[in-house]
């Protein structure tokens, strides 16, 4: 069975993510608005946590609540441009522990090169969730993950705000057990491996390079 796709249609991700795609933001405002969706992806793919009952004691009485329960949560950027979402998830899962997966595209080939990984010392422990703004033919999420996979990491999950088709399907191809989140699913590649009609280069319009 492949991993299932889910699209975060929630208004203010799709708003936000209009600004993001218009050529007109600027680096400042882009930076802010793809850290504010993150927070907002963050808490809808933590929806599914598993929960154990505790008990507290409030001003008032003691009570039976609940705490988060299971294994502990790492968040792995792609570089560079992965790292514009991590903020925004730590907001929401502070605990996390970060892990980096370095790879770049080579504009000839197209194919991944990686270039750095340092990952959690206790990956089997853990719960990951591989994060960069573009899925696009997919070559780099499949390889980051693969990369953690051959350090012993289980479960994980990949996160992204733009996916072309394209990637959607060579990653459910290469790892059926990982499940992909997306804010939007755009129509396609173009000649030149960009997203029609995506954001352009989410790395330069981030760090404000060329
Ligand atoms: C971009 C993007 C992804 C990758 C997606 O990174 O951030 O990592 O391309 O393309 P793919 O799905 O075809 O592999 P890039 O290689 O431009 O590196 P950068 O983040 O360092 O700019
Ligand atoms: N990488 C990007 O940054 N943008 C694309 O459209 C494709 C790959």
Redesign the pocket.
Known sequence: MLGKVYVFDHPLIQHKLTIIRDKNTGTKEFRELVDEVATLMAFEITRDLPLQEVEVETPVCSANAKTLAGKKLGVVP?????IGMVDGILKLIPAAKVGHVG???DPET?M?VEYYVKLPSDVEERDFIVV??????????VEAIRSLKKRGATSIRFMCLVAAPE?VEALQEAHPDVDIYIAAMDEKLNEK?YIVPGLG????RLFGTK
């Open positions: 792609i570089l560079r441009a992965g790879l770049y595209r197209l991944p960069d703004p573009m899925l696009a033919t997919g070559g780099s999420a990637g491996g280069d989410a790395g330069d």
